[in-house]
């Protein structure tokens, strides 16, 4: 069955870096377009980024522009998030999922990992 497990998350000041990696099982996972998503705290999820399957196109949400970089590593099967700069409101719990262009329900099927940014 499809799974994801999200690692990397953590607390850290404003202004600070973290790299999150989701690692996927379950299905063909280069041939899928994948996502990152975020929630926070009392909020419906956000969506963040999306990677082609090859990688070789991103999309980003405004209000990560600039700051989040999404990259994969197929051999791997697995999904990443370099996040820098970051600020309070990119705290939330971050997870990755499955969909192409157009899609706006990411259902979570891991557990997430929790960014919190704090001073």
């Known amino acids: 069955q499809v799974q994801f497990v999200e690692s990397g998350g953590g607390v850290v000041q404003p202004g600070g870096s973290l790299r999150l990696s989701c690692a996927a099982s379950g299905f063909t996972f280069d041939s899928d377009y994948m996502n990152w998503v975020r929630q926070a705290p009392g909020k419906g999820p956000e969506w963040v980024s999306m990677?082609?399957?090859?990688?070789?196109?991103?999309r980003y949400a405004d209000s990560v522009k600039g700051r989040f970089t999404a990259f994969r590593d197929n051999a791997k099967n697995t999904l990443y998030l370099q996040m820098i700069s970051l600020a309070v409101e990119d705290t939330g719990l971050y997870y990755c999922?499955?969909?192409?262009?157009?899609?706006?329900?990411?259902?979570?099927w891991g557990q997430g990992t929790q960014v919190t940014v704090s001073s």
């Open positions: 990677v082609s399957p090859r990688g070789t196109v991103t």
């Open positions: 999922a499955r969909g192409g262009p157009g899609t706006t329900n990411f259902p979570r």
